[in-house]
C-alpha cells in the first residue's frame, strides 16, 4: 500500500488534503488510479477540488483514458467527478462520452454534464445542446437553476436566445422568471452572485409567511 492510499484512508479531511496537495505538487503517474478512486468516495468538498487539480497535473491522455470509464458507474459521485476533471481537461474527443450524461437521472450529476457539455460541445453540435438544456428551465432548486443558467450563457448568445424567446413565449411563469435570468446574466456575467442572493432572499420570504415558490422534481 503506498504512502497515498494510506493517507486517503485517514478520517481527518486535513490530512487527506495535504496529501493530494502533495501528489500534484510532484505529479507522479502510478497515483493515478489511487486518485481517481479516491474521486468516486471522497467526501470533503474541498478535497474533492484538490483531486481534480492533482489529476489534471499528470499527462493529459492517460487521465482522460483512466477517467472516462467512471462515466458508467453506478455512484453518482464518481460520474460527476469524472465529468469535472474532463472539463479541466477541456479534450473535445470525449463529447460523445459526455452527451449521453445530460439525461442522467442525478441532479449532482447533470449539473456537472450541462458545465462540461457547455465547454465541450462541437460547434455543430452548439444549437442542439441550448434546446436540451432549454428543456430544465424553470425546474430545480436554486443551485440547480443557476448552473444550467451559467451552461446555456456559456453556449453563447447567439445559441441560447432563440431558445430563450420560445420557451418564454410558451412557459410557466417559473419558465419565464428563469429565463429572465439568463437574459441577465448574457448581459452582465457578474450578475451570477446578486441573483442567487436574490433567490435566496425569495425562497426565504416565502417561507416565512408559509407558501414555497412552486418547483418540479428533476
Known amino acids: 500500500m503506498s504512502a497515498l492510499t494510506t493517507a486517503l484512508a485517514d478520517p481527518r479531511s486535513s490530512v487527506r ?8 505538487t510532484h505529479p507522479d503517474p502510478a497515483d493515478l488510479d489511487v486518485l481517481v478512486e479516491q474521486c468516486a468516495v471522497e467526501p470533503d468538498f474541498f478535497v474533492r477540488d ?8 499528470l499527462p493529459a491522455d492517460a487521465v482522460v483514458r483512466r477517467v472516462l470509464p467512471e462515466l458508467d458507474r453506478p455512484l453518482p459521485q464518481a460520474r460527476s467527478q469524472a465529468l469535472h476533471t474532463l472539463s479541466k481537461i477541456g479534450d473535445p474527443a470525449v463529447w460523445p462520452s459526455v452527451r449521453p450524461l445530460l439525461r442522467d437521472s442525478d441532479v449532482g450529476v ?5 458545465r462540461t457539455a457547455a ?5 455543430a453540435e452548439r444549437d442542439a445542446l441550448a434546446r ?3 428543456e430544465h428551465l424553470g425546474r430545480g432548486d436554486q443551485e440547480t437553476r443557476l448552473s444550467l443558467s451559467r451552461a446555456l450563457v456559456a453556449l453563447g448568445e447567439h445559441a441560447v436566445r432563440p431558445i430563450l ?6 412557459g410557466a411563469d417559473d ?20 441573483l442567487a442572493v436574490e433567490r435566496a432572499h425569495r425562497v426565504s420570504c416565502a417561507e416565512t409567511v408559509g407558501s414555497p415558490p412552486p418547483t ?3
Do not use: Q
Open 17 to 24: 488534503l495535504r496529501a493530494v496537495m502533495a501528489a500534484g
Open 216 to 218: 418540479r422534481p428533476f
Open 132 to 134: 436540451t438544456l432549454a
Open 165 to 170: 424567446g420560445d420557451a418564454s413565449a410558451r
Open 119 to 123: 465547454a465541450l460541445v462541437p460547434d
Open 175 to 194: 419558465v419565464r422568471a428563469h429565463v429572465a435570468e439568463v437574459d441577465r446574466l448574457l448581459r452582465d456575467p457578474d450578475a451570477a452572485s446578486a
Open 50 to 57: 484538490m483531486l481534480t487539480w492533482a489529476l489534471i497535473r
Open 110 to 114: 447533470l449539473r456537472a454534464a450541462w
